[in-house]
């Protein structure tokens, strides 16, 4: 029976994109709780001042997760992980349920009486915590490593998301009586619906997934008994358990044996965690010196921390970055601890923009080390995984230049207050991209992809640093001749997208799927990027002088490095790839001229032109293309008219009254970004995934209600409603540009995907022309105008 599995591999694995997706929301639930708790200490502050909420809540929860996770390991083998599962996450959505709860009982008074039923209920979530994250990590122990690494990444998403919809809920009702506790309480509801969600998916989607499957039932008959629930759940009567438990029993190692052999790895996570809890998030509220963020200060760390220790578990995803020696691993963790006199010299000594850089340091190595131990320093991903991480990287290069400078506006708005900047740039930017493209899409046949997009990421690379080299030629003054300067490089960033972007979105559409959506995906990681950026750039340096300006620049000059990354990866990495040259070979055979030089790069001659004359007889025109896909043309011009008409122009000038001063545009920049991200990642889930031509165009069209709605929110309503609709506009716009791009290059030759990616890409700068002019309508009637 074990061999069968073992000399076998499984014959349908198609569900192994679903059960990453799964496994990455079951993260999120088992962390979402307890991140809600951190994320709302700013509540807990101002209701209990006088009892230091994060340290006390702290410590009840984690006595109750080691001692619960201690007695569940002692007996794993005898306990069925499934009820184990599922108690846990009913657990946290009961826990956090109560919360809200008591608050509404006590009508968010204090006292010591609340305090102690808040205590109590902290501590079933570090049951629930013990149940769940044992449980899980247990049970994808059996499976293949990007399942327990993207549930891994899944707890880091729990703490971004969660710092994410806080900073939402938080100004959203900053200015309104009882903000806080108002904006508190709709997160909790939020994140109990979270945890819902992840009983309905452990309990009935997770069991039933191909891959999930073919693991468990491997595990049942090398003598597991913790899988039979599940496997009952998913339709199959385990019978292997007559022929192979007692072989198997007899040569299963026991845990002291396990923890003997793996003692490097459990000390590591011990001291990770050690250090990590030992700043986190106590001294964050309690100790970190000087600042002038007031309540939002504490939220921004917490927020810095989550986001780089997201980051931190993708990393492993490149292989060179994955750390699999046993002796590195120690000496990283232990390196690591000097972070403690740097928290301490900093809190006393320093500002607050070398405590972000700090808290950074602590969640990037948190997240990536975890990972790497957790995982076992898994052996390798395969190319498909590489070139989806490189392409998400290209896809952040291709518009991390233009994000910066719409995320910097607001110093362009300090240094040029009467050019309107985010209009007139965006103005100037998008017709040479369209003219560009509209060039490029002509000749696309007979230009050399690799040149072209090569050419396109150096000009980012030079333009964005152009941008530091005028701000300190004129010393940050403005003037017209200076703006016209500025315009002048914008003008650049236009011919490098088109460039870039017509280019990439031409060549992966000769390949998978999965690649083109990671390289959307990165575009509108792009986007999120620069917000969180420029959100700590500009918190570093609201206090001092000439803040805005430092700012700025050390944005810009970070920007200048990602897109150098970008033209070292695609130059050296990319065309090297395993799968990449698959595709390109393929795309040769069948014809295309574009991919040679990328061939050549990677080392492969091509011989294929020999039959080049009877694949070019039977490809379809650029017209024919475009005929037979005007619904997928018409609706990215749409998607993006709409798109471009509100965004960026009418978020920094048109927004009505709010109460956040200049933080209000880049939090709304910010919302929008994150989730025009979260939208590009959405049809990664199958049943979110729009693939009927008329729904798309109905979901199009249904986007044009937002113009209403955002007219009379900016006249009558607050900043709350206006957050909610920048959500909606940045999440259909990523949602539906993704499922479009992904289905339209179905069914064709690879030259024919070529021309029609970048047919596409044609009408979507054409719609953001449009948009963008569309967009000025919005200072009608308004003073100083034009």
């Known amino acids: 029976m074990v061999a069968r599995f073992e000399n076998q591999a499984p014959e349908n694995l198609h569900g192994k994109y679903q059960a990453m997706v799964v496994c990455c929301i079951l993260g999120i639930g088992s962390l979402v709780s307890w991140n809600s708790l951190l994320s709302v200490g700013d509540y807990y502050y101002q209701v209990f001042p006088d009892y230091h909420p994060s340290r006390v809540l702290t410590f009840v929860y984690q006595p109750f997760s080691i001692g619960t996770i201690v007695i569940f390991a002692y007996h794993e083998s005898k306990i069925n992980t499934r009820k184990r599962n599922l108690i846990g996450y009913i657990l946290f959505t009961t826990s956090i349920f109560l919360l809200i709860i008591l608050d509404l009982a006590t009508k968010g008074h204090g006292g010591i009486g609340p305090y102690i039923v808040l205590c109590a209920i902290v501590g079933s979530f570090g049951f629930a915590d013990a149940s769940v994250r044992g449980g899980m990590i247990g049970d994808l122990s059996l499976m293949c490593p990007e399942l327990i690494q993207s549930f891994v990444a899944g707890l880091a998403v729990a703490g971004a998301l969660t710092s994410a919809f806080r900073l939402i809920t938080k100004a959203a009702f900053e200015k309104t009586h009882d903000g806080l506790r108002k904006g508190a309480m709709i997160f909790l509801a939020i994140s109990t619906l979270i945890e819902f969600l992840c009983v309905l998916l452990y309990a009935y989607v997770f069991p039933k997934l191909p891959i999930v499957k073919y693991y468990r039932s491997k595990a049942a008959s090398e003598g597991s008994k913790t899988v039979y629930a599940d496997l009952a759940a998913a339709g199959i009567q385990n019978q292997s358990d007559l022929t192979a438990d007692d072989v198997s029993k007899d040569k299963r190692l026991n845990n002291k044996e396990l923890l003997l052999e793996n003692v490097d790895y459990v000390v590591n996570l011990f001291l990770i965690y050690v250090l990590t809890l030992s700043i986190l998030p106590g001294f964050l509220y309690e ?62 000594y320093g500002d607050q923009g ?121 010393k940050g003054h403005g003037g017209i001749g200076h703006y016209i300067v500025l315009c002048t490089i914008v003008a650049s960033f236009g011919l490098a997208d088109a460039t870039v972007k017509g280019g990439l979105v031409g060549d992966l559409s000769l390949m998978c799927p999965e690649l083109i959506q990671s390289y959307m995906a990165g575009s509108g990681m792009a986007g999120a990027l620069t917000s969180v950026l420029r959100l700590i750039t500009k918190a570093a340096f609201e206090k001092s002088n000439n803040s805005l300006r430092k700012g700025a620049m050390i944005f810009l000059a970070i920007s200048t490095f990602i897109e150098l990354l970008c033209v070292i990866l695609y130059a050296y990495v990319f065309p090297k790839l395993p799968i990449v040259k698959y595709y390109r070979r393929k795309a040769a055979s069948e014809g295309s001229k574009t991919v040679v030089a990328d061939l050549a790069a990677a080392g492969i001659q091509n011989l294929s032109d020999l039959s080049d004359d009877d694949s070019k007889n039977q490809m379809l025109s650029k017209k024919e293309l475009l005929l037979q896909n005007i619904d997928h043309a018409v609706n990215l011009f749409l998607i993006y008219v709409l798109t471009l008409s509100i965004f960026p122009g009418f978020l920094y000038e048109n927004t009505g009254q709010h109460g956040l001063g200049d933080w209000y545009a880049l939090i709304l920049v910010a ?60 999440l259909t716009n990523g949602h539906l540009t993704v499922c479009i791009m992904t289905i339209a290059p179905k069914g064709y030759k690879g030259p024919e995907k070529n021309a029609l990616g970048n047919l596409l890409v044609v009408f979507i700068l054409g719609g953001a022309v449009v948009g963008i002019s569309l967009g000025w309508l919005w200072l009608i009637g308004k003073k100083n105008a034009f």
């Open 287 to 348: 100790n970190t010196g000087q600042h002038g963020l007031g309540s939002w200060y504490a939220l921004v760390l917490i927020a810095m921390y989550n986001w780089w220790d997201l980051v931190g578990r993708y990393i492993p995803m490149v292989k060179w970055l994955n750390v699999e020696n046993r002796k590195g691993l120690t000496v990283a963790v232990l390196t690591r601890f000097l972070l403690v006199p740097a928290f301490y010299f900093t809190a006393k």
């Open 354 to 474: 070398w405590m972000i850089l700090l808290v950074s340091i602590l969640g990037l190595t948190n997240g990536h080390l975890t990972v790497c131990i957790l995982a076992k320093a898994p052996r390798g991903y395969t190319g498909k995984y590489q070139a989806m991480v490189v392409c998400c990287i290209l896809g952040i290069g291709s518009l991390v230049s233009w994000n910066s400078m719409l995320t910097i506006a607001d110093y362009y708005y300090q240094v040029f207050p009467d050019y309107h900047p985010s209009r007139v740039l965006t103005l100037i930017y998008q017709p040479i991209a369209l003219g560009t493209i509209m060039f490029l899409a002509y000749r696309e046949s007979k230009i050399s992809t690799r040149k072209r997009i090569l050419t396109g990421y150096i000009i980012f690379t030079i333009s964005t640093f152009l941008l530091i080299a005028l701000d300190l030629t004129t």
């Open 671 to 730: 919302t929008y970004n994150f989730w025009d991200l979260v939208g590009r990642y959405a049809p990664l889930v199958k049943w979110l995934k729009v693939e009927n031509r008329k729904a798309l165009t109905n979901a199009v069209l249904t986007r044009y209600f937002l113009v209403p709605a955002f007219y009379f929110t900016a006249k009558y309503g607050d900043q709350g409603w206006m957050i909610m609709l920048v959500s909606i506009l940045g």
